[in-house]
């Protein structure tokens, strides 16, 4: 039995229908990571998609400094992945790493070759989804070498409202590109302008 969230997903946003879940020849699995432990590494295959039901995954890479660069952060109801190694069958160069206990459901290549033969909604739903993949890394790459601190702040905020209580302070500056003393100015500034800052 699917869960509320992962079940949503597929009927509600992916376009399956009650009937095309009973007709694919398996469900995805769900698996409990503890905070802490790793989804992949660099140097996995990885052809599978994450979809979080429960919990707090982060996507990053480490440089030969040691400092680490958060690609994407991925609370309920998101998804992560690495599509380079998932569709050109190399090795990851990511972490994808649980920040809280974290319960995903895990699609791998089979169920969606199977979902989009079953179904031209879900078909389509993922041709969307990849293009739409595409235009967030490429807005996100011209917040980061385009856009001030404030702005790519605000862009922050605005992806993840709710994420700010459970993330620290130097991953957000991380995930921003700008250190945590940087970060700092930034809110004081926006908590001068705008009360719901502050």
């Known amino acids: 039995m699917l869960q509320h969230n992962f079940h949503t997903y597929l009927t509600?946003?992916?376009?399956?229908?009650?009937?095309?879940?009973?007709?694919?020849?398996?469900?995805?699995?769900?698996?409990i990571y503890k905070k802490g432990e790793y989804l992949i590494r660099p140097g996995d295959y990885n052809s599978k998609i994450f979809f979080v039901e429960k919990g707090l995954l982060k996507q990053y890479t480490i440089d030969d400094d040691g400092k680490e660069h958060i690609m994407h952060f991925a609370p309920e109801n998101w998804l992560v992945s690495d599509r380079s190694s998932a569709y050109f069958k190399q090795p990851t160069e990511y972490f994808i790493e649980a920040m809280e206990d974290t319960e995903v459901f895990v699609m791998d290549e089979k169920f969606i070759n199977a979902a989009s033969e079953i179904s031209a909604s879900y078909r389509e739903f993922n041709h969307r989804s990849l293009h739409n993949h595409i235009r967030t890394m490429q807005n996100r790459i011209n917040l980061l070498v385009g856009a001030t601190a404030e702005k790519r702040y605000l862009e922050f905020v605005n992806t993840y409202p709710?994420?700010?209580?459970?993330?620290?302070?130097?991953?957000?500056?991380?995930?921003?590109?700008?250190?945590?003393?940087?970060?700092?100015?930034?809110?004081?500034?926006?908590?001068?302008?705008?009360?719901?800052?502050?």
């Open 12 to 31: 509600q946003k992916a376009g399956l229908s009650e009937n095309d879940l009973l007709l694919l020849p398996y469900l995805p699995a769900s698996h």
């Open 162 to 198: 709710n994420l700010y209580s459970r993330v620290p302070q130097w991953m957000i500056a991380s995930y921003l590109g700008i250190t945590p003393e940087g970060l700092s100015r930034v809110r004081k500034e926006l908590a001068k302008k705008h009360p719901k800052f502050s």
